[in-house]
């Protein structure tokens, strides 16, 4: 079953603003991963943030946890046509750190 | 590193036919791991190696599936009889240790039709 779910299911915006996508979880968690999925391609890591952190910037995204609302938001700024892709949270689970991924927002950035 | 190479890229066969899924993980990870992708179900997890051993197999949907690392670098999924059901996008994917230890690296996916 999925932990996360992503909000909005899709997206469409202009290239040049700014996109954001949400996601929430169910259990306690030590970090949430978030990745990139071209079509027709594998998953891509984009940045991981930990349960002890509240705010991550990695160039153009910057990724906020809420452990207390068990949310997370993934914000492109800037976006480009080139950031079209649906994106994915995913939490660890299990002793392994095996991970579980939410069904993830379409986005689409038109040029 | 050609990163995580996944054999054959699609694969189109018929109902009760044996499927066989390829996957080279990249060379040093000590983690694989078998996914399935559709629209209905999203991505879900199928089964987690750790140094080439099964840690966790409760996501392989029936009996008809089986996978295998028998060493480092290879690992298989097998599908035997496939049904129209288990058409869909599967992927695997491989993680290392230390700092890597939580991402996970894709490979590109092999897209299988069950007619």
């Known amino acids: 079953s999925q932990q996360g779910e992503e909000d909005p299911q899709a997206l469409s915006i202009q290239e040049g603003e700014n996109a954001t996508m949400n996601c929430s979880y169910k259990?306690?968690?030590?970090?949430l991963q978030w990745y990139r999925q071209n079509s027709g391609r594998g998953l891509v890591h984009l940045i991981l943030i930990r349960s002890n952190e509240r705010e991550k910037h990695s160039g153009r995204l910057r990724v906020t946890l809420d452990t207390s609302k068990k949310s997370s938001s993934l914000l492109i700024t800037a976006s480009r046509a080139a950031d079209t892709a649906s994106y994915f949270c995913a939490t660890p689970f299990g002793a392994g750190n095996m991970l579980t991924f939410g069904g993830g927002t379409r986005l689409m950035v038109k040029p | 590193d050609a990163g995580v190479i996944q054999s054959p890229r699609h694969e189109v066969t018929e109902m009760g036919q044996e499927v066989t899924l390829r996957c080279k993980p990249i060379s040093g990870h000590n983690s694989l791991f078998w996914y399935r992708q559709t629209m209905m179900r999203g991505l879900e997890l199928l089964i987690y190696f750790n140094n080439n051993v099964p840690i966790d197999d409760s996501g392989m949907p029936e009996d008809r599936f089986s996978a295998k690392m028998p060493n480092a670098s290879f690992s298989t999924l097998k599908i035997q009889p496939s049904e129209p059901r288990d058409s869909a996008v599967y992927f695997c994917?491989?993680?290392?240790?230390?700092?890597?230890?939580?991402?996970?690296?894709f490979g590109p996916g092999t897209r299988l039709t069950v007619l």
């Open positions: 994917a491989s993680r290392g240790q230390g700092v890597s230890y939580n991402e996970q690296f």
């Open positions: 259990t306690s968690i030590n970090n």
